[in-house]
């Protein structure tokens, strides 16, 4: 997805904020000093009652240097998070949003190709409240949305807003902590999200959890500034399929995730301009390779979409699903070529 002048960044905090970890925010409509009419009334009633159903499901995560949110998963002590938000760390600490003592937390798995990560605690207290994930295929644009987490060390901080689209495929930033994962079906809301929201909860007015607050915009002519009501979420199904794989087997064997089976890089042509994807290496077996694609060959085109850079590849690749059946345009000795690629899984 492209965004016009703006830029994506993600919302994990560099350290713990000076201010007190239980503080709480929520942002609502203004009001004025006259008496809400009844359907005010009923809107913060339903506000409160999701933030009572949900919040004490959402933790604040330290991983070294690093401050981020989760979601407890399950009663046994799983928590899923942005496998940015724990970066290469194996040990953590989980402070719970009833209480202010940090608890100690290890490493389940890892998938960051979808930016989604386990950990568990080591010692899971009595009353864990696990997080109640909604259909994504019931998620509409114009729903109320609350975003928990602890933004900029703001431990159970709730804002809100509506979901703005659905189906996003976003690309995040590269980082020391991100190899700059392509996540499809991502739900953008208008609620705010900050640094340290990473993680949290976005939610419903069913109590429901729609999706993992996982990204901000920031608006390219600010210098980096945040580009208000531009946020991003991985959708629930995904978070719940990517989660339950990686508790069961600490890995990830079915994404969900389209593939052609290449390891591919941007090619350049002879004016250094990005003209494809190049292929460098093929999986024994894979799409590609059953459909006579040979290494050395350069992707130009996926079904109807041009394919200028690896980047664009794996984006386009995001929209499809393992199974489907694409035409792929490439360039082999100046020739160009097309085949039909039944895609595999990643």
């Not at 942005?82 to 194996?90: D, F, Q, R, S, T």
């Not at 009833?98 to 568990?120: C, F, H, M, Q, W």
């Not at 409240?129 to 060390?153: C, H």
């Amino acid at each position: 997805m492209a965004l016009a002048g703006a830029l994506l960044a993600g919302c994990t905090g560099s350290s713990p904020s000076s201010a007190p970890s239980t503080a709480a925010a929520a942002s609502a409509p203004g009001t004025s000093s006259a008496a809400p009419p009844a359907s005010g009334n009923q809107l913060e009633a339903d506000f409160r009652r999701v933030i009572s159903d949900v919040l004490p499901s959402v933790v604040q995560i330290t991983a070294g240097d690093n401050l981020g949110s989760g979601i407890v998963f399950d009663d046994k002590g799983d928590i899923v998070t942005n496998a940015h938000v724990i970066g290469g760390a194996n040990d953590f600490t989980v402070t719970l949003a009833n209480s202010t003592k940090g608890l100690d937390a290890t490493l389940v798995g890892t998938y960051p190709e979808s930016d989604l990560a386990v950990i568990r605690l080591t010692n899971p207290p009595s009353g864990l409240r696990p997080a109640v994930f909604a259909d994504s295929g019931k998620v509409e644009v114009g729903q109320i949305t609350l975003a928990m987490g602890s933004p900029l060390g703001l431990a159970s901080s709730v804002t809100q807003g509506i979901v703005s689209a659905t189906g996003r495929t976003v690309t995040e930033p590269q980082s020391a902590n991100s190899p700059g994962a392509t996540i499809s079906n991502m739900v953008q809301t208008s609620a705010p999200i900050n640094p340290g929201n990473s993680g949290g909860a976005l939610a419903n007015l069913s109590s429901q959890v729609i999706g993992i607050n996982t990204l901000a915009a920031v608006a390219q002519e600010s210098s980096g500034a945040a580009a208000p009501g531009i946020g991003f979420a991985i959708p629930a199904a995904t978070v719940t399929n990517i989660a339950t794989q990686l508790i069961k087997d600490g890995k990830v064997t079915n994404s969900g995730r389209a593939a052609l089976g290449i390891t591919a890089r941007t090619y350049f042509d002879s004016e250094f301009r990005p003209a494809g994807a190049a292929v460098v290496s093929l999986t024994s077996g894979g799409a590609a390779e059953q459909a006579g694609i040979q290494v050395g060959d350069v992707i130009t085109q996926l079904g109807d979409t041009q394919i200028t850079t690896l980047a664009s590849l794996t984006t386009a690749l995001a929209a499809l699903q393992p199974g489907d059946k694409v035409t792929v345009t490439y360039q082999r000795d100046g020739q160009n070529r097309t085949t039909e690629v039944t895609l595999g899984s990643l």
